[in-house]
């Protein structure tokens, strides 16, 4: 990795509760939550977002699973997180999210798991860097489009699943962090200069999978070892409130410039320092959480447990809805840094 030497810092607060002395009164339990009206109670899984042509040129069917908050009130609506799973564009599940996707939804929000396309020529075990770069390139266009169109299909069902089109978040781990980057950030026209041919090949970043053609804004994002492929995409104009979490000796994913598994002849990944860095340099909220000594990991994670990562966006996420997002930082460790 070329970039090491990195300096870190970090802030802590503490709050003090008081409780008050106790009573006699008699405590009245909270009345029961309402009943969940829904065909399929608290979870939907293989929800089919749409079709589309996978890297052998065979049709696939596109799927999601989707979660409801535990005590979901039918009557309101609430925000929505689509998360996207790692496994470097040649593996992975969404059932391997469902954790993830629990702790979210008893956060408060409606979460979809989303399958995407996978296939590459990857290098070999012996020589990971011995990879097609062209297949490789070809394989983040399409993990792209169909975030997008899984989107979409979310929000052409917002009364069926209760969900608030005012807020919607995207996340992901490793190559799903880098899925939900671009899903965020990038348009036909960055398409038109960096991928030209995948565009010819392949259509608009926004047409793919299904006929569906709502419009919608991203308002936060998570990215667990996750990269832009431009870190100008990050400028006045567009920066998204965004945590972030990354072992500080990530051999895959940079934490800060390189590119995949450091392999020359791939694209520049840009990681969540350099990512930390372009928003705080435009005034967006950005929080940085960095685990020492630690490499990548298990799909991204580092080490870090999915309470301790989904709890802090989590909450992250409520900041920003309810306007008052924490202040910029980058923490090392497990420092429970939201509240």
């Given at each position: ?47 089919e977002y ?45 059932s391997t ?133 431009d870190s ?108």
């Open positions: 990795m070329k970039t090491r030497h990195v300096l870190l810092f970090f802030f802590s607060a503490t709050i003090f509760l008081a409780c008050s002395s106790a009573s006699n009164k008699r405590i009245t339990p909270p009345e029961p939550p309402p009943p969940v009206d829904t065909s399929f109670g608290l979870v939907e899984k293989d929800v749409g079709t589309a042509t996978d890297w052998t040129g065979a049709e696939v069917s596109l799927k999601m699973d989707i979660y409801l908050p535990t005590n979901i009130d039918t009557s309101k609506r609430y925000p929505l997180i689509v998360y996207l799973h790692g496994g470097g564009y040649n593996d992975g599940d969404k999210s469902e954790k993830k996707c629990r702790i979210l939804a008893d956060s408060g929000f409606v979460t979809a798991t989303v399958n995407y396309r996978l296939g590459w020529s990857s290098g070999s075990e012996a020589d990971p860097c011995d990879g097609d770069t062209t297949s490789f390139n070809e394989a983040s266009y399409r993990a792209v489009q169909d975030a997008n169109a899984a989107i979409r299909h979310l929000l052409s069902k917002t009364d069926k699943y209760r969900i608030d089109t005012n807020w919607i978040f995207i996340t992901g781990s490793s190559a799903g962090a880098t899925v939900a980057l671009g899903a965020a950030y990038m348009d036909d026209g960055f398409a038109r200069r960096r991928y030209p041919n995948e565009l010819t090949t392949f259509g608009s970043l926004f047409t793919s999978g299904n006929r569906i053609r709502t419009t919608y804004g991203i308002k936060g994002i998570c990215a667990v070892a996750g990269a832009l492929v100008n995409l990050i400028n006045s104009e567009r920066a998204y409130p965004t945590i972030t979490f990354q072992g500080q000796e990530d051999m895959v994913i940079p934490i800060d410039q390189g590119t995949f598994m450091d392999c020359p002849g791939y694209l520049t990944f840009y990681g969540s320092l350099c990512q930390y860095r372009q928003l705080t340099r435009f005034g967006q909220t950005a929080v940085a959480n960095f685990l020492p000594d630690a490499g990548h990991g298990d799909n991204g994670e580092a080490g870090f447990t999915d309470e301790f990562m989904m709890g802090n966006a989590a909450c992250f996420f409520h900041r920003i809805i309810r306007g008052n997002p924490p202040g910029s930082a980058i923490y090392l460790g497990t420092q429970y840094n939201c509240d």
